[in-house]
């Protein structure tokens, strides 16, 4: 049975940083292609950043330039590294894959609180 679990989520201030962490149970980080997400209350969710098999990144506009996905091939682990965080970065974020199932696999959700 597979299991994702986000971590690191909290409460940070504007210009600070934050780490993510997706641990899996079941899934093989290293030949799935997976994805951050995030939803702000009210909001849709949003795709913030994903990683292929390859380990080529993509990134939300919103994004890029301030977070970066990466994978630890070991550990099986996924990491959103995010820095200058922004009031509009606050959301609950969700690991996801594969990206390419018709019903990938999703985490729990961890909340993102950014303030001042």
């Known amino acids: 049975q597979v299991q994702l679990m986000e971590r690191g989520g909290g409460l940070v201030e504007v210009g600070g940083s934050l780490t993510l962490s997706c641990v899996a149970s079941?899934?093989?980080?290293?030949?799935?292609?997976m994805t951050w997400y995030r939803q702000a209350p009210g909001q849709q969710r949003e795709l913030v950043a994903t990683i292929t098999s390859r380990g080529d990144t993509f990134y939300s506009d919103s994004v890029k330039g301030r977070f970066t996905m990466s994978r630890d091939n070991v550990k099986n682990i996924l990491y959103l590294q995010m820095n200058n965080l922004k009031y509009e970065d606050t959301a609950v974020y969700y690991c996801t894959g594969p990206t390419n199932w018709r019903i990938p696999y999703w985490g729990q959700g961890t909340q993102v609180t950014v303030s001042s």
């Open positions: 079941g899934l093989d980080f290293r030949i799935n292609e």
